[in-house]
């Protein structure tokens, strides 16, 4: 028997059924590389608290899934792909601040106070329904109360 042939033959068939599956199953590439900012999912999170953790770190090395990460502290991480997810856009919040107070400038031209804007979207944010006691109790409620 030729074991190189049998060899190349089993490496090929294990290719095969791997693109296979992959094609199956609808899998892709991942998109995380060296540079990239990450936050990592908790490992243990409360009830009210989101699925990933609100840390960021910068992805130093992608070694074939396992991702070497280090924290804005210095200590490096690392951790599986599937942990990880990548932050997209600006993470400098400055200078959105900065573009928000070039609009305000320019509202303000205009006529339109941007500090009302900001009052009128904090009192929205709650639920508007009016709460009201049901109509059956409001007399046991009233003969609670005069006692």
């Given amino acids: 028997m030729d074991y190189d042939r049998l060899g190349l033959r089993d490496k090929s068939e294990k290719e095969t059924a791997k693109s296979r599956e992959d094609k199956k199953r609808k899998a892709r590439g991942s998109r995380i590389e060296a540079g990239d900012t990450v936050v990592l999912k908790r490992e243990v999170r409360l009830k009210g608290e989101s699925k990933y ?6 992805v130093i090395k992608n070694l074939n899934g396992s991702l070497i990460m280090r924290a804005s502290d210095g200590r490096t991480v690392q951790r599986y792909i599937t942990f990880a997810k990548r932050c ?19 509202d303000e031209a205009g006529g339109v106070q941007p500090q009302d804007q900001d009052e009128n979207n904090e009192r929205r944010m709650g639920s508007t329904r009016l709460r009201k006691a049901p109509a059956h109790l409001k007399d046991f409620i009233f003969a609670v109360s005069e006692q």
Avoid: H, L, W
Avoid at 53 to 58: A, C, D, L, Q, W
Avoid at 88 to 106: H, L, P, R, Y
């Fill in 53 to 58: 953790s609100p840390e960021r770190f910068e």
């Fill in 88 to 106: 997209e856009g600006n993470q400098d919040t400055s200078s959105g601040e900065d573009e928000d107070e070039e609009a305000d400038t320019e």
